[in-house]
């Protein structure tokens, strides 16, 4: 494959702009205290608060050890906390704090943002289009590696 086909590959150009939306992201995201990925914790305790860390971990598609570590950071910084589960005490929940709870607008507030710039010059067809394709191209990806996890 030739250089200019490559520049052509969806693979690169999904990796591209994946790169440059975290960039973008993180740069507004700091401002706020935030490290990367730390927003989309956030985002499932705004609608979910108490899970626990596990179901964090698959909601997010990431392994256990490393929500471990950044529900740490985020403790440390005062944006969460964990309690132990009232059922099962070796289980932890993690909630928010009122700190946590403050950036919900803020940080709702760059995701519009960022949502406004990148299909920007887009039209409603193309962006339901553009929604369908990438949900296709998620379930293909899901298959593959279920397929790899079956027959590694």
């Known amino acids: 494959m030739g250089k200019r086909d490559l520049d052509k590959c969806i693979n690169v150009q999904m990796m ?3 790169k440059l939306h975290r960039h973008v992201a993180d740069n507004a995201l700091n401002k706020l205290g935030l490290y990367a990925g730390q927003e989309v914790i956030l985002f499932k305790l705004w609608r979910h608060d108490g899970l626990t860390q596990s179901q964090l971990a698959e909601a997010l598609y990431v392994e256990p050890p490393t929500i471990t570590k950044m529900v740490q950071r985020m403790e440390a910084s005062g944006l969460l906390e964990r309690r132990p589960d009232v059922n099962d ?3 932890s929940r993690v909630y928010l704090t ?23 010059g887009l039209s409603d067809v193309e962006l339901a ?9 998620g ?7 279920e ?6």
């Open 98 to 120: 009122d700190k946590g709870r403050a950036l919900e607008q803020p940080v709702r507030d760059i995701w519009d943002q960022l949502e406004t710039a990148l299909t920007q």
């Open 147 to 152: 397929s790899t996890i079956e027959n590694p």
């Open 16 to 18: 591209k702009v994946m």
């Open 89 to 91: 005490g070796r289980v």
């Open 129 to 137: 289009l553009m929604s369908r394709m990438l949900g296709q191209m």
């Open 139 to 145: 379930g293909n990806m899901q298959q593959v590696e």
